[in-house]
Nanobody, 121 residues
Framework: VQLQASEGGLVQAGGSLRLSCAAS????????MGWFRQAPGKERDFVAAISWSGGRTSYADSVKGRLTISRDNAKNTVYLQMNSLKPEDTAVYYC???????????????WGQGTQVTVSS
C-alpha cells in the first residue's frame, strides 16, 4: 500500500482544514487507517483511526469534537476534517495503514510522506 497525503496549509486559529490521503492498491479497504502528527522536537502522536468499514473510530482526547476521520473505500481515500483549529495543532501530519485500530505508531505498516499544518494565533 502506498499512501499519498494532500498538501496541508496555513490556517488561522479557529479555522478549518481537510486533509486527504489517497492509497494505491486494492487492499485499501482491508486496512485500518490512522492519522498521526509530529510537532518539532516531539514524538509522533496518535490523532485518529478508522476501521476498514468506517463503523468504528478512535480519537486522541486532545482532538475529540474538533477533528473527524472518515474514509471512502470506493476512492481509496481517508480524510481528516479539522475544525476549530488551535496553534497547538501545528505539526506534520501523517496518514498510516494498520491491521487493527491502535494508537501505537510502530503497529502501522505503511506511512504517507507527511504534510505540514500550521495554525497561526
Amino acid at each position: 500500500v502506498q499512501l499519498q497525503a494532500s498538501e496541508g496549509g496555513l490556517v488561522q486559529a479557529g479555522g478549518s482544514l481537510r486533509l486527504s490521503c489517497a492509497a494505491s492498491g486494492q487492499t485499501f479497504r482491508s486496512y485500518v487507517m490512522g492519522w498521526f502528527r509530529q510537532a518539532p522536537g516531539k514524538e509522533r502522536d496518535f490523532v485518529a483511526a478508522i476501521s476498514w468499514s468506517g463503523g468504528r473510530t478512535s480519537y486522541a482526547d486532545s482532538v475529540k469534537g474538533r477533528l473527524t476521520i472518515s474514509r471512502d473505500n470506493a476512492k481509496n481515500t481517508v480524510y481528516l476534517q479539522m475544525n476549530s483549529l488551535k496553534p497547538e495543532d501545528t505539526a506534520v501530519y501523517y496518514c498510516a495503514a494498520a491491521r487493527e485500530i491502535t494508537i501505537v505508531p510502530g503497529s502501522y505498516d505503511y506511512w504517507g510522506q507527511g504534510t505540514q499544518v500550521t495554525v497561526s494565533s
